[in-house]
């Protein structure tokens, strides 16, 4: 079973800066690849996809992060980072690392079904 443990939340104000990072454990190996994304939730609104990241490192983000939010994954492939910068009020939501385990490379897609997924850590920006 696939353990997804996110950190690195807070709360900011506007134009400010945060990382959050999302390290997998008990990753079986045999697939290959595991395909991670960041997805969030703000209160009474539904979940949408953040970033994601294909194998190949090429990075899919929601339009109304772009420019602003960077996702990587560190050569182990089992932490991902969401370097968030420009922070703004409607930033403001839990953020929940979700995965999911392929034998073929990742596609970077939200698209996919994510059967993993963390705790979630939240973010706050204040105006």
């Known amino acids: 079973q696939v353990q997804l443990v996110e950190s690195g939340g807070g709360s900011v104000q506007a134009g400010g800066s945060l990382r959050l990072s999302c390290v997998a454990s008990?990753?079986?190996?045999?697939?290959?690849?595991?395909?991670m994304a960041w997805f969030r939730q703000a209160p009474g609104k539904a979940r949408e996809g953040v970033a994601a990241?294909?194998?190949?490192?090429?990075?899919r983000y929601a339009d109304s992060v772009k420019g602003r939010f960077t996702i990587s994954k560190d050569n182990a492939k089992t932490t991902l980072v969401l370097q968030m910068n420009s922070l703004e009020p409607e930033d403001t939501a839990m953020y929940y690392c979700?995965?999911?385990?392929?034998?073929?490379?990742?596609?970077?897609?939200?698209?996919?079904?994510?059967?993993?997924w963390g705790h979630g850590t939240q973010v706050t920006v204040s105006s």
């Open positions: 979700a995965a999911y385990l392929s034998f073929a490379q990742c596609s970077g897609s939200f698209g996919n079904s994510f059967p993993y």
């Open positions: 008990r990753y079986p190996y045999t697939y290959g690849n595991i395909c």
């Open positions: 990241i294909a194998s190949d490192g090429s990075a």
